[in-house]
């Protein structure tokens, strides 16, 4: 389905990211991952400039073209409580500026009927307390996902996809874990990224500037203290 194509990745060295990089080879692409890890192919913090430009002049010098640009890198979760202004600064860099940039920088590359998909979270539509970095940054790269979309069609369409629950060491789950997902089980990585790979496909060819909520129906359940067992104690 990718042969031929190039894929750049943010984050791919773990989790969702390493997941979605295996899918994309496993269809025949030419993966390029960004990753703090040194195992990455190319080394570095998203969440700084210089790095992004040194990456996009990396992907231009090995292949001179994108088709695909998954932007995963996750920001830091902190909460009201102790994050401190850098730190909200920088969760903003990593999960809403670096996306934009990279797209941007990446501009001259794409071929038309190129991707992005941006990974946002299903906390850009509800919250657990003490999570403002991270669910800012993922409110600002759901709403960031619609506006790149409009202004880039229709050379390149422009989706994001927000998890739910995915546990990334693929560990089972039972009992209440499981049975509150109306899907009746946790997700996993594989999950996210088999929705990245039709995000980016022809078979999504006229879907842009949507976001997909990948996470088992969680967020459509309605719950209510002492609906079917449920109770809120405090």
């Known amino acids: 389905m990718f042969r031929d194509k190039v ?45 992004l430009e040194r990456f996009a002049e990396a992907v231009k010098t090995r292949f001179g073209l994108a088709d695909c640009l998954v932007n995963n890198a996750p920001p830091p979760m902190r909460g009201i409580d102790s994050c401190s202004y850098e730190e909200f600064e920088r969760a903003l860099r990593i999960g809403v500026t670096a996306p934009f940039y990279l797209t ?13 998909v941006n ?14 970095s991270y669910t800012a940054a993922k409110g600002g790269i759901s709403a ?17 996809i927000s998890p739910g629950w995915i546990d990334t060491e693929y560990r089972t789950y039972d009992g209440p874990d499981a049975a509150q997902q109306p899907a009746g089980r946790v997700g996993n990585p594989d999950d ?6 039709f995000l980016c496909s022809e078979k999504a060819g006229f879907i842009t500037g949507e976001n997909l909520c990948v996470d088992g129906g969680m967020t459509r359940l309605m719950v209510f203290h002492g609906d079917h067992g449920w109770t809120l104690e405090r």
């Open 7 to 51: 894929v750049v990745i943010t984050g791919g060295c773990h989790g969702i990211g390493l997941a979605t990089a295996r899918a994309f080879r496993r269809e025949g692409a030419e993966t390029f991952v960004i990753d703090t890890d040194p195992r990455a192919d190319f080394t570095g913090d998203v969440g700084d400039r210089e790095t």
């Open 104 to 116: 941007k920088l990446l501009l001259p590359l794409f071929r038309d009927g190129a991707a992005v």
């Open 144 to 160: 960031l996902t619609h506006s790149m979309a409009v202004s880039l069609g229709p050379k390149i369409r422009v989706n994001s």
């Open 119 to 132: 990974i946002s979270s299903s906390r850009d539509r509800q919250s657990q307390p003490m999570t403002e």
């Open 192 to 197: 996210i990224a088999e929705a990245v790979l």
